[in-house]
């Protein structure tokens, strides 16, 4: 079955860092980007970052600066690496591949909780 799984999440005080990683079970070389979005209780998904197969990445004002997406396409993996962490970062987390803007491969996974609070 082709999916995709996140893991990474967790409980961390604000200003901590936490590393999310995505794993594919198919390879990610042929999609034209990679994302992570993020939903918080009572609001609506959100993008968070984007890598294309290019490399170009792009990010919500809220995390440029803090967040770095990357992938590695021998890994089949996307990895979201969070530093400077603040309450309003907590939500669950979720990736995806795009085979083009807004039109994703796989069906939105359970994701992994982040929390950030102390």
């Known amino acids: 079955q082709v999916q995709l799984v996140e893991s990474g999440g967790g409980l961390v005080q604000p200003g901590g860092s936490l590393r999310l990683s995505c794993a594919a079970s198919?390879?990610?070389?042929?999609?034209?980007?990679m994302v992570w979005y993020r939903q918080a209780p009572g609001k609506q998904r959100e993008l968070v970052a984007r890598?294309?197969?290019?490399?170009?990445?792009n990010y919500a004002d809220s995390v440029k600066g803090r967040f770095t997406i990357s992938r590695d396409t021998a890994k089949n993996t996307v990895n979201l690496q969070m530093n400077t962490l603040k309450p309003e970062d907590t939500a669950v987390y979720y990736c995806?591949?795009?085979?083009?803007?807004?039109?994703?491969?796989?069906?939105w996974g359970q994701g992994t909780q982040v929390t950030v609070s102390s």
């Open positions: 995806n591949a795009e085979l083009q803007v807004g039109i994703y491969r796989y069906q």
């Open positions: 198919e390879s990610i070389f042929s999609f034209y980007a």
């Open positions: 890598v294309t197969s290019g490399g170009m990445t």
